[in-house]
Structure formats: structure tokens, C-alpha cells
């Protein structure tokens, strides 16, 4: 009786999903004892209220985006952990030497390395800058659906908590960050991991698809007056063609995990092909969601840099039209190219030839992009300040993993080179040098218009140089691994002479982990300096684009008067009209509304941890509870009338007084 009332309770959940190895005991006891000083940290200061009302609640897209980022942030430094631990591992399990993990392990480790950077380090990075500007860069006081913003949000954290409490309870899925079958079918893989992996990637698939609707909408629906598609900045256009991505590709991964759940909860199999299933299945979806990731991850940074290359060469983006017709060109070859992936998995000479010539395509708009950026540069009065050192980086990197991506692209080529680490070296030549160093150039730029101070010059370019220096150490020897024969997820080998190329990739990723040492040791210095960086102009960069138009950091109504468009560098040619002594009119203020800060948002996503954590451990009284709790959320969401506040005419006027006098341009 008591055995089944415990069972009931539950589920399987028991004292055996502690984690039993050091490593993982370790950082099992690190995650509680910081989670309960962060909590202690939280009474002994009294900031409960302060966090619940400032940053919990809100509805603000801004705070919204600094939120993401924290996360993003942690999360690198937990992926990165798994880095240096696979790094370790290779460069000394050699011969008799067996590392520093077991090989079970070790497939957790990389999987929750794939896992983590991709969901919840890049993707978290850029939906935190977009909520950060995108409503700045359109003239918007906010995005279109400021609850639905919160929701995904806190879908995205409840995610990350989940998939970092198996770390605590059960254990990582040893499956890849992709999850492939019939390895993480129930047979062969019964733990928890894997659904720990399908839930968490879930509930935070979920939220990524309702920001994608969301930002869609901000663009085509919130901008300012005057703004047509063609007077946008270029960031919106990547942030548009984006959201068109995350809209197609998005419901297939929910698909896709849902299937693969069904399989492990219901034993449906799907994809168990004794039961008249297919893993191929499993196979074709999951990259016809997975390569477009890849650009849906990369053509925000893409709109970074042409931000960043025309403000810092004081000229207009060289090619503008051409640069819309390529991110559309990208976003539809993306769904053409998926199944180069699985070139060696006997699909047929001209399936294969199809999609490698599709594959080599992607390159030209690809390209262009890289030559409209070199073509604005040209005569420019180029300032190489940190954002613009992250841009170099990322041209050096980023064409070299383009190249040898056009080399995978030759099936023959694949033959000899896939599920090697040479496929590794280019996967983070792109992702490393296309995304990462993307989104550290635009937290570089935009800092000053959200915090209000400009992040210290110094230690930014010093760690631009680790990156870069350490990344070649890094991932130069596993080109030539690759080239060689070594196998990727290889957690031991046997003396073909491999361990000095090892240790050399190993010592490259010390080198970018001083790199990441100097960024928060910049942020640091920043915030200890923030009064002698201060950003007293709203426009320290001499920028181009409306969000340099407000004070710094932005007020939370955004504009106290939206402003009216007349041409595609709005603020650019704002000043160069005051230069010329064409003063605009006194601004005429009207009645602000602004969305009510709300609880329900945290309510929702708690609901569907809870919902997850339950069917991980098959506590089902657990999972209808939290379907219910939903259910009932959203309803009350639904029914609440009362969302907004207001900011009179007189107290905008009174607001925006002191940056007039001041003689900021707002």
C-alpha cells in the first residue's frame, strides 16, 4: 500500500537519481550551494520586492532583453564548463590513460555542451537584443504583445532550470544535442535524460515561437510613421526574415520531440523501425527544423554588423537592396539544404547532388553580404573601436568556416570528412564566428543605450584578441584531426599520434576561456567606473538609427513623441538637417499607455516546468495539475481588462525637460 500510494506520489522518482560520479557530484552540490546563497543574498539585502516588481513582472521588452542575456550569460559559463571538461578529456585519455570522466559521461557532457550553447546561450543572446532594440529601431514603444513577450521569456528560463536540474536529479541525456534515435528510443536509453532533453527543449521551443510571431508583428504593425519596409534599418529586415524561420521551422522540432516523447511515455514508435517506425524520419525532421536554426541563430548577427559597419564608417550601408534580397535568399535555400547533413546515409547519387549544389548556392548571398560590408567600409573614416574588433573576428572566422562548408557540400568530400572533427572545427567556425561574436558586438554597441554608460575599451579589445587567437588554437588542430581520421564524441584513443594536437586545441581553449575572464572582468570595471563612462549624449557612437535619438539608458515609454520617417538613416539625417540650421518643431506630447507589470507570465512558464518535471518522472497527478494551472492562467489573462497605466502629457513634458536642457538630441 504504501509502496504504491510512494509510487503514485512519485512516480520514479527516487534516491537513485542522485549523481554518483565526483564530477558530476560536484557540480550537482556547486549549482545548490549557489542557488541557496543567491536566495540568502536576496533576504539579507530585502530585494524580494524589489526583484518582483522591477524585473519579474515587467512587461518592459527592454528588461525583458537584459533578463535573457543574464541567462545567456550563466548558461555560457555552464556550456563552457562542459567545453573545457571535453577538452580535458581528449587532451589526456591517451593509451593507458582513461581522462578525467568515464565515457558515459563524457556523452552526457557533450550533449549538454551542443544542448545548452545552442538553446540557451545563442538563442537566448539574440532574442535578448532584439528585445533590447528592435522596438528602438522602429520608432516603437514596444513590441506588439508586451504579456506574450513575458510568456516566452519565462518559458525560455523554465526550460534552462529544467534541463540543469538533471544535473541535480538524473543526470544528463547521453544522446547528442540532437537527440538521434534509437539510441534515445526507451530500449536503449530508459534514464531520465533524454525526456529531461525533450521537455525542457519543448516548453523553451515553445516560447521561441511565440517571440518569432511576436517580433513579426512588431515589424510589420508598430513601426513609426513613415517607416516603410524599405526605410527599415537592415537589423529589423534580419530580425524579419528570422521570425519567417522560427514561424516554419519551429512547430517541426515541437513535432518532432513530441513524436519522440509519445515513443518514451505511450510506446508509440514512431521512430523504432522493429515496430514498423523510422529513425530516418526522426533524421529528415529534425535538421529540416535544424539547418534553418543554424540561420535563424546567424541572420540577426548578419543585421548586427551592418549596424555596426555603417555607424563605425560613418557611411550609409553600401548595397541595401541587395542586402534584403540576400537574407530572403538565405532564409529560402535554409529550407533546401537540410539533408547534406546525411550525405552517407544512402539517399542516392542525384538526392545528394540536389542538395549540395543547393548547399554551394547558399554561399553567393552569403557573400554578398560580406562584400556590401567591405564596400562601406572602402574610403570610409573607419573607428575600430570593440564592436568594429568583434567584426574583424568574425570576417576572418566566419569565411573561413563558410569555405570549408562549401567543401562539405561535395558529397565525395563528405564521404571522407563527416562525423569527424573536422565537421567540428567548421561547425564552430561558423557558430563561434558568425553568432557568438555577432551578439558580443551588439551587447558591445547597444550597451550604452540600455545601462546608460559605455562598457571599458580596453579590456573589450583584449578579449576580442583571446577570442580570436584562442579560437585558431583551438580549432586549427582539429581541422587537421579530422583530416586524419579522428571521429567526433571520441572521449579516448589509442597512440595514433593525436595527443599534441589534443593538448594544443586544449591550450586554445584556456586561451578562450581568459578571453571570456576579461569580459566579465570588463563588465566589472564598467559598472565599478560607470560614473567616468558615462553616456551623457544618447549617442556616443554617433549613430545613424532612431534608438540614438532617446536618452541613455532609454526611458521605458521608449519616445516621448514618436518620431515621423522620411529617409533610411533617420537620425543620421536628423542631424546632418540640424547642422544645416533646420531646427524640428517643438515636440507636441499626447497621453502615454503603457502595459501593467503582471506575474501571470511567471505563473504560466512555473506551470509548465512543473508540467514537464512531472512527466519526466512520471508523477501524472504533477502534470495535470500543471495543465490545469495553465489553462486557468491564461483564462484569467484573457479575462482581465485592466493591463494598462497611463503617463500624462504633462509629466512626459516634465520627463523629457532635463535631456532638453542638456541639449541631448531627443
Known sequence: MISTIGSFLLGRLNWSALPTEPVTQGGAVGVVVLGILAVAAMFYFKKWTWLWKNWITTLDAKKIGVMYIIVAILMLLRGFSDALMIRAQQALASGNAHGIVSSDTFQQVFSAHGTIMIFFVAM???????????????GARDVAFPFLNSVSFWLFAAGMILINASLVMGGFSPGGWLGYP???????????????????????GIGSLLSGINFLVTILKKRAPGMTLMKMPIFAWSVLTMTLLVIFAFPILTATLGMLGLDRLMGM????????????????????????????????AFGIFSEIVATFSRKRLFGYKTMVVALFGITFLSFLVWLHHFFTMGAGGDVNAFFGIMTMIIAIPTGVKVFNWIFTMYQGKINFATPMRWFMNFVVTFTIGGVSGVLMAVPAIDFQVHNSLFLVAHFHNVIIGGVVFGYFAGLTY??????????????????????????????????????????????????????????????????????????????????????????????PWDGRTLEWSVPSPAPAYNFAVIPTVAERDPFWEMKEARKLGHMPKAPVYKDVWLPKNSGLGIIIAGSAFLGGFGLIWHVWWLAAIAVIGVAVTVVLRASDDDTEYVI???????????????????
Open 124 to 138: 537566448g543572446l539574440m532574442f535578448g537584443i532584439i528585445n533590447l532594440v528592435l522596438p528602438l529601431l522602429l
Open 182 to 204: 534509437p539510441l534515445t528510443e526507451l530500449a536503449y536509453n530508459p534514464g531520465p535524460g533524454v525526456d529531461y532533453w525533450i521537455w525542457s527543449l519543448q516548453i523553451a
Open 269 to 300: 514508435h514512431f521512430f523504432t523501425s522493429s515496430f514498423g517506425g523510422n529513425p530516418m524520419m526522426y533524421i529528415n525532421l529534425i535538421w529540416a527544423w535544424g539547418h534553418p536554426e543554424v540561420y535563424i541563430l546567424i541572420l540577426p
Open 446 to 539: 547597444w550597451f550604452p543605450k540600455i545601462f546608460g554608460f559605455r562598457l571599458n575599451e580596453r579590456l573589450g579589445k583584449y578579449a576580442a584578441y583571446c577570442w580570436i587567437v584562442g579560437f585558431f588554437v583551438a580549432f586549427t588542430p582539429l581541422y587537421i584531426l579530422g583530416l586524419m581520421g579522428a571521429t567526433r564524441r571520441l572521449d579516448h584513443y589509442d597512440g595514433q599520434g593525436w595527443q599534441a594536437l589534443f593538448i594544443i586545441a586544449g591550450v586554445g581553449t584556456l586561451i578562450i576561456a581568459l578571453g571570456i575572464g576579461l569580459q566579465l572582468l570588463q563588465l566589472g570595471v564598467s559598472i565599478w567606473q560607470r560614473k567616468k563612462n558615462i553616456d551623457t549624449t544618447g549617442d
Open 648 to 666: 500624462t502629457a504633462a509629466e512626459m513634458k516634465s520627463l523629457d525637460a532635463p535631456h532638453h536642457q542638456k541639449g541631448q538630441l531627443v
